[in-house]
């Protein structure tokens, strides 16, 4: 049944426990999971602050779906997701949404399986690191699809703004150049630049698996 995002509510999960330790909490999660998806691989990270826990699961292997295909990923990831959604408690109100969360759950595809989607990935020559990338990118600076993954703005896209961890861009082609998109983006492996094109991996433009390599056309 659809709930009305107006009112308030709360959700217990069917195997949430009132009270458990999270250590207690994370054993049943680790039983449960490969109860339910047997042969399955995955590697459990918590973390957290004071005020909330937070499982990140990282599917390692999948009996029945081939992880670096992103459309299998996805479903495998929508299925587990499900059954942490189970163990968690959650209270929502309408005037400042979801709160008093007893568990984040998220599920990922370990970045090693996507080693194959990544064979073709130009090895550029790092002339620049990605901290300096982001010093010298400037608004009106177009990014022109090379190879890889083509940006969902299209194959030109210009800088709007730019900061320490995003990109806001927007099609460099058109009357209006569309809306402008806020993107994540990187540094480490996932950046590469030679100084005339970049190169995003798993990360901002590329999808999780792919890259974009992209020429770096500076603005006048």
């Known amino acids: 049944m659809k709930t009305d995002i107006h009112t308030a509510h709360e959700f217990r999960g069917d195997l949430y426990r009132e009270g458990e330790e999270r250590a207690d909490l994370l054993k049943r999660i680790k039983a449960h999971l490969?109860?339910?998806?047997?042969?399955?691989?995955?590697?459990?990270?918590c973390g957290g602050d004071w005020y909330h826990s937070s499982l990140t699961v990282s599917i390692l292997g999948y009996p029945t779906a081939d992880l670096s295909v992103r459309e299998e990923g996805s479903a495998a990831r929508?299925?587990?997701?499900?059954?942490?959604k189970r163990f968690t408690r959650h209270d929502w109100e309408p005037h400042h949404g979801l709160r008093n969360v007893s568990l984040y759950t998220s599920t990922q595809i370990d970045p090693s399986l996507h080693a194959a989607a990544l064979r073709d990935a130009p090895s550029l020559q790092p002339r620049l690191s990605f901290a300096e990338f982001t010093r010298q990118a400037r608004p009106g600076d177009v990014l022109e699809h090379i190879a890889g993954v083509v940006p969902h703005q299209g194959a030109r896209v210009e800088i709007v703004a730019i900061s320490s961890r995003r990109l806001t861009t927007r099609a460099a082609d058109g009357a209006d150049n569309g809306d402008a998109r806020r993107t994540p983006i990187q540094g480490g492996a996932c950046f590469q630049s030679d100084g005339e094109t970049v190169c995003f991996r798993h990360s901002g433009f590329a999808s999780v698996g792919g890259y974009s390599h992209m020429r770096w056309l500076r603005a006048a």
């Open 78 to 84: 929508r299925l587990i997701d499900a059954e942490l």
């Open 34 to 45: 490969a109860e339910t998806f047997p042969g399955m691989k995955a590697a459990m990270r």
